[in-house]
């Protein structure tokens, strides 16, 4: 007899049930406590500990990614060069690429479904045309050296005419 033939009021039915919980609390607890204000890829907000952990997690998924794709693509400007690190575009998207890999290739779920078309489709290569156009690499690819990206006008700031046009609408 297996679970799912078990009446849910059962002693046996109960007892499966809490089996099954117990099972899922741990990563439940994992998923939710130990996580970092703003979530655990949000750079903004990781503690030190945490980012240099996410570098880590991102270099590797950066490294495999060159390998079974980057590197065998015909057209090289979808190359990353060696200091994508070091454009926040390119941080970011990665960074997001990377955990929608993981959500796509979860190994607990048993059912087959599309996630990994949908990887491919959705996220992949939408990724790489994005970082292509918009992370300012192909200075750095073409010339083999790190050049910063367009700094353009000043970054925004809340100021004090911000707060008023803001408290204003």
């Known amino acids: 007899m297996s679970d799912d033939d078990l009446d849910p009021k059962s002693i046996e039915g ?19 406590e130990l996580r970092a204000a703003g979530g655990p890829y949000y750079w903004e907000a990781l503690p030190h500990d945490q980012a240099v952990k996410l570098w880590d997690e991102l270099g590797k998924f950066v490294t495999w990614l060159d390998g079974r794709y980057l590197t065998n693509l015909a057209d090289p400007s979808f190359r990353l060069p060696g200091c994508w690190y070091r454009h926040p575009i390119a941080v ?38 994005s970082l292509k156009l918009r992370a300012g690499l192909a200075g750095c690819r073409d010339r ?13 700031t809340v100021t004090d005419e911000y707060l008023r046009y803001a408290a204003s609408s």
């Open 14 to 32: 109960l007892d499966a049930r809490l089996v099954n919980v117990e099972t899922i609390l741990p990563d439940l607890f994992d998923m939710y």
């Open 92 to 129: 970011e998207e990665l960074t997001a690429l990377m955990v929608s890999h993981r959500a796509a290739y979860d190994t607990r779920s048993a059912k087959a479904s599309s996630a990994l078309v949908d990887w491919h489709q959705r996220a992949l290569w939408p990724t790489l045309d």
């Open 144 to 156: 083999s050296e790190h050049r910063e990206p367009h700094a353009g006008p000043a970054s925004f």
